[in-house]
């Protein structure tokens, strides 16, 4: 949430260089966590709720998802790989041109997570997740395993995206 939340800081102080708008949605994919079933209630919501003119509006959807891990290793999701290739390729190069090491152009996983919901309605689509967390769901999960520097990677990538 702390880069999506400066995200919107830094949107709202450059809002004047944009061709169009921003939304910032937030999502808890683990809704009620007894299995997958059960899982995505805000995305799916979301997304049915969409009128057509309302998708035909949205340039791309990037989910952002357990990224301040300070080993941070982001790779690319196979599901965003096989929907949107032209534009899960543009973000992770876009991050290797920017100099962001721990964001790798190598598609490692296949996650369900909320951004299919947004793949399902026909929005472009891709995730960035570190998918490899040993402290996720487990007491060790605290502030102390955050890393300013990548969430300041995935911040940076999110603004170039919005004003490039």
Do not use: C
Not at 30 to 59: C, H, Q, R
């Amino acid at each position: 949430m702390a880069v999506l939340l400066e995200l919107a800081r830094v949107v709202s102080q450059k809002k004047d260089a944009l061709d169009s708008g921003v939304k910032l949605v937030f999502f808890d994919g683990e809704d009620f966590y007894t299995g997958i079933e059960n899982m995505f209630y805000g995305s799916k919501y979301f997304a049915a709720s969409l009128k057509p003119e309302d998708k035909a509006a949205v340039k791309y959807f990037v989910l952002v998802d357990m990224v301040g891990d300070s080993d941070l290793g982001i790779y690319k999701d196979h599901n965003s790989q096989s929907a949107y290739p032209d534009f899960t390729n543009y973000v992770f190069s876009s991050a290797k041109e920017l100099g962001f090491k721990n964001i790798n152009d190598t598609a490692k996983y296949e996650i369900a997570d909320d951004h299919i919901a947004m793949i399902g309605a026909g929005i472009t689509s891709t995730l960035l997740i570190d998918f490899d967390y040993p402290a996720w769901h487990t007491t060790a999960d605290t502030v102390g395993m955050v890393s300013a520097e990548s969430l300041e990677q995935t911040g940076k990538l999110l603004e170039y995206l919005v004003f490039n």
